[in-house]
């Protein structure tokens, strides 16, 4: 016994299409009319409703009704006349409307519906802790990354990731997640040292050999988390 499908034939008002297009219905009525006696769209049925205007008062008014492959066809050349950059738009709700009246419906009632029902559910279950399954064992690794409180250099984030240290460089660069200083050397912006993707450590204390001080250099470090961040990054940018 196959799944009842309801008769049923998709149909769309005049009131929705002004809704769609956020045109004023008067104006969509107007615009049916004129291309109605052009011939150049068939005479849709019409009925009065009633609706809530802007303040919330119920109103009563003339809406025409396009139902099936012809309304469908019409209502196209509706928009089109009157907005053509929302014609995407009624195409998707068309699309949406036709996929309501080809879902099937099951009675509940009946044993073989009902069983029908359970093994769909059971299958999807079945797939959807398939994909857990598949997922659990990355994101155990990245959990087991972020909880280590070891830092890293952008070679070794490189080499854990899986792609070239210059790209990683390059990306990092071109998102200004960090920048290079003066003396060409890769460094943190603020707001990155801030949210604990980067650290600075300091590198022991050397004498300059030009003016006698001495000075500390900063290196920029990729904390654990910043490793899971930056993964995340290079995954969305499909550098892998």
């Not at 009925?47 to 119920?58: Q, V, Y």
């Not at 857990?132 to 080499?159: F, S």
């Amino acid at each position: 016994m196959n799944a009842i499908v309801p008769v049923q034939i998709q149909m769309m008002t005049s009131l929705e299409i002004a809704e769609l297009v956020e045109k004023r219905h008067d104006n969509v009525k107007r615009t049916i009319k004129n291309l109605v006696d052009q011939r150049v769209i068939t005479l849709p049925q019409f009925e009065e409703t009633s609706f809530l205007n802007s303040i919330g008062r119920k109103q009563n008014t003339i809406v025409y009704k396009f139902t099936g492959e012809q309304g469908k066809r019409d209502s196209i050349i509706v928009v089109a006349q009157l907005c053509p950059e929302f014609t995407a738009r009624l195409v998707d709700r068309w699309q949406e409307l036709e996929a309501q009246v080809a879902q099937p419906v099951f009675d509940i009632s009946n044993p073989y519906h009902l069983l029908q029902a359970i093994e769909t559910q059971a299958k999807q279950n079945i797939e959807l802790t398939q994909k857990v399954e598949k997922l659990e064992p990355k994101a155990q690794a990245l959990d087991t990354i972020a909880e280590t409180v070891h830092t890293y250099c952008i070679r070794e984030c490189a080499k854990t990731i899986g792609i070239k240290e210059k790209d990683l460089i390059n990306l990092l660069l071109q998102k200004k997640w960090c920048y290079r200083d003066a003396e060409k050397k890769l460094q943190p912006h603020a707001q990155y040292v801030l949210n604990g993707v980067f650290t600075n450590k300091a590198s022991p204390v050397i004498k300059n050999q030009n003016d006698g001080q001495e000075r500390v250099f900063l290196h920029m470090r990729v904390t654990a988390f910043g490793l899971t961040r930056i993964t995340g990054l290079v995954n969305k940018e499909k550098l892998k």
